[in-house]
């Protein structure tokens, strides 16, 4: 059974870069899309950004300029990278599995293992 | 981009109760929805996907529908452990697999 757990700092400063590493256990990195969300405090979803295991990266227009996602298929891990942060950047942050499912005349795309979340504070 | 509208934004129902939420594309998304419940403290989790199909072990109280702009989440039965917030996602249009604002579910 894939399990995700997000880490990386609980605190990050002002303009400074926010790190985040999701660890994928139980199943290979490789074949799927690999995604980030972030959900303010008492506010709703919102996705960040999504990698396939080959390395093709689709991102949030709204966040594009500041965010890189990456991926390490040896390590079974990937990457979320968000630079000059500020107060409306905290957020809990998940890493999710976006899986696909294709047919005839069909195709699916859904979120369907999620980490845990971690929280990040953006304060001086 | 497509957004997503969801309503109401909270309400308040009995347990056995049956309860519609309801999430509006603002433009043709076919069938590409997906439904998920969150709980405090918790992650999202997925209930449906492609706007009618239940995701595996969720209970079939659990029922997706509607194409095109406009769809439908209804719990046929409140149970106790219904009572948490429900979100759409539209996966139709990359980028932006945007997510409704959310419908907060509680016991009334």
């Known amino acids: 059974q894939v399990q995700l757990q997000e880490s990386g700092p609980g605190l990050v400063k002002p303009s400074e870069t926010l790190s985040l590493t999701c660890t994928v256990s139980?199943?290979?990195?490789?074949?799927?899309?690999w995604s980030w969300v972030r959900q303010p405090p008492g506010k709703g979803l919102e996705w960040i950004a999504y990698?396939?295991?080959?390395?093709?990266?689709t991102y949030n227009p709204s966040l594009r300029s500041r965010v890189t996602i990456s991926i390490d298929t040896s390590t079974n891990q990937f990457f979320l990278k968000l630079n000059s942060v500020t107060a409306a950047d905290t957020a809990v942050y998940y890493c999710?599995?976006?899986?696909?499912?294709?047919?005839?005349?069909?195709?699916?795309?859904?979120?369907?293992?999620w980490g845990k979340g971690t929280t990040v504070t953006v304060s001086s | 981009d497509i957004q997503m509208t969801q309503s109401p934004s909270s309400l308040s129902a009995s347990l056995g109760a049956r309860v519609i939420i309801t999430c509006r594309a603002s433009?043709?998304?076919?069938?590409?929805l997906n439904w998920y419940q969150q709980k405090p403290g918790k992650a999202p989790k997925l209930l449906i996907y492609?706007?009618?199909s239940l995701h595996s072990g969720i209970p079939s109280r659990f029922i997706g529908s509607g194409s095109g702009t406009e769809f439908t989440l209804t719990i046929s039965s409140l149970q106790f452990e219904d009572f948490a917030t429900y979100y759409c996602?539209?996966?139709?249009?990359?980028?932006?697999?945007?997510f409704g604002q959310g419908t907060k579910l509680e016991i009334e």
């Open positions: 990698i396939y295991y080959s390395g093709s990266t």
């Open positions: 999710a599995r976006r899986a696909i499912l294709t047919g005839y005349q069909y195709f699916y795309s859904y979120l369907d293992v």
């Open positions: 139980g199943d290979s990195i490789s074949g799927d899309y």
């Open positions: 433009q043709n998304i076919n069938n590409n």
């Open positions: 996602e539209q996966s139709h249009s990359t980028p932006g697999n945007t």
């Open positions: 492609g706007a009618s």
